[in-house]
């Protein structure tokens, strides 16, 4: 009977005694197990909680994305969604500050109980990762193994619950990345959608203008250094190869010259046209929200990668540069991952090319972006 529900007391809905048993590590209870250990063990058990929101709000965002249509309505919930996983992810860096008040040799007195476990080994950190859409060629490996999954098997070799989270992640459908870029690839450019006639056209007109102008600006700007510094020869070699060198990149990046199949890089080049096209835009009414998603995604990521470079460094303070617990290069593995993995590389890739917008290609049926267009 509904007269008979128990009443609902803080303890009981937030688990405290469960969760406050949780802190021995291997030991029975708590009893001989140091204050740093149980802070140890406190801060990244903290972390596995926070991931459990991050890969909550990643999942409400990709799930509005993989709409055929993607109402307004819904841009909003998105957009605060990889807000919230940018402020989650810093949360969870500051908690390396607690760490550093940890000496070296008071982490040293129970380190060795940890092999070889390693922070590798969390599947909640992959979890996040596939639903990004981290693909397998962009992973930095921990050692030797074939595949990150490796790492994720119990001692006996039998699968742990991490790896079978991990796997179903894999198995359930598109990253957020793949939604996303399915939306922003949709994106009018000059008023012309995918489907519009002579929407190919279009775009290359709209490549085509805007390099034009970027090796204008690039000119100047390169005439302008050589002749307001006092360099060497070799020096001004050095940097006209610079300037031609990031021209050339751009050239390559626009007509996705690195990619074969015709007609993945037909999408691709529309794909890192339309993020082009908004990310010069920001002033048009229509191109407001996706604007303010490419920000949040830059946002989530780079708030990723700021965590994991505060966590190489807190590592390398307490510890150095000694081989890591799990096997892997220790500092040497949490930089890498830091420096080289990238989600959104389209959207990285735009901010380099962006340009003054009093400079920038005029934007052609301006009235298709007002409030008020059909």
């Given at each position: 009977m509904a007269g008979d529900k128990r009443p609902c007391m803080y303890w009981d809905y937030i688990k405290i005694e469960e969760l406050l048993s949780l802190q021995s590590g291997q030991a029975a209870d708590e009893?001989?197990?140091?204050?740093?250990?149980?802070?140890?063990?406190?801060?990244?058990?903290?972390?596995?909680?926070?991931m459990k929101l991050i890969l909550r709000e990643l999942e409400e965002a990709r799930n509005l994305f993989r709409l055929d249509y993607v109402p307004e309505s819904s841009l909003a919930s998105a957009s605060a969604a990889l807000r919230r996983v940018a402020q989650i992810f810093e949360l969870a860096g500051n908690h390396f500050k607690l760490m550093e008040?940890?000496?070296t040799q008071d982490y040293l007195r129970f380190r060795d109980k940890l092999f070889p476990a390693s922070g590798f080994q969390s599947g909640?950190?992959?979890?996040?990762?596939?639903?990004?859409?981290?693909?397998?060629?962009?992973?930095?490996?921990?050692?030797?193994?074939?595949?990150?999954?490796?790492?994720?098997?119990?001692?006996?070799?039998?699968?742990s619950k991490s790896l079978e989270r991990v796997s179903?992640?894999?198995a359930e459908g598109p990253s957020l990345k793949e939604v996303v870029y399915r939306w922003l690839y949709r994106t009018p450019i000059h008023g012309s959608s995918p489907s519009s006639p002579?929407?190919?056209?279009?775009?290359?007109?709209?490549?085509?203008?805007?390099?034009?102008?970027?090796?204008?600006?690039?000119?100047k700007r390169m005439s302008d250094s050589l002749e307001s510094q006092a360099l060497t020869e070799g020096d001004q070699d050095r940097l006209r190869?610079?300037?031609?060198?990031?021209?050339?990149?751009?050239?390559?990046?626009?007509?996705?010259?690195?990619?074969?199949?015709?007609?993945?890089?037909?999408?691709?080049?529309?794909?890192?046209?339309?993020?082009?096209?908004?990310?010069?835009?920001?002033?048009?009414?229509?191109?407001?929200?996706?604007?303010?998603?490419?920000?949040?995604?830059?946002?989530?990521?780079?708030?990723?990668?700021?965590?994991?470079?505060?966590?190489?460094?807190?590592?390398?303070?307490?510890?150095?540069?000694?081989?890591?617990?799990?096997?892997?290069?220790g500092v040497e593995y949490l930089d890498r991952t830091a420096l080289e993995l990238r989600v959104f590389?389209?959207?990285?890739?735009?901010?380099?090319?962006?340009?003054?917008?009093?400079?920038?290609p005029p934007v052609q049926k301006a009235e298709y972006y007002g409030l008020n267009s059909g």
């Open positions: 009893t001989g197990v140091s204050n740093d250990e149980v802070r140890f063990i406190v801060v990244h058990q903290i972390d596995e909680l926070w008040t940890m000496r909640q950190m992959r979890e996040i990762e596939i639903l990004l859409g981290l693909t397998v060629d962009k992973r930095v490996p921990l050692g030797e193994e074939e595949s990150f999954e490796a790492a994720l098997y119990e001692a006996d070799g039998s699968p179903k992640r894999r002579g929407d190919d056209g279009v775009v290359t007109g709209f490549v085509a203008d805007f390099l034009e102008r970027l090796e204008a600006g690039q000119k190869g610079r300037y031609e060198a990031e021209l050339v990149s751009a050239r390559k990046f626009l007509e996705a010259k690195e990619i074969e199949d015709p007609d993945k890089a037909h999408r691709t080049r529309r794909l890192r046209a339309a993020i082009l096209f908004i990310d010069s835009n920001r002033q048009l009414p229509l191109l407001s929200w996706p604007c303010e998603i490419v920000d949040d995604l830059i946002a989530a990521e780079q708030s990723m990668l700021i965590f994991r470079q505060r966590h190489a460094r807190m590592v390398e303070r307490v510890i150095g540069r000694r081989v890591g617990t799990g096997g892997s290069a590389e389209e959207i990285w890739a735009t901010r380099t090319m962006l340009m003054n917008p009093d400079h920038a």
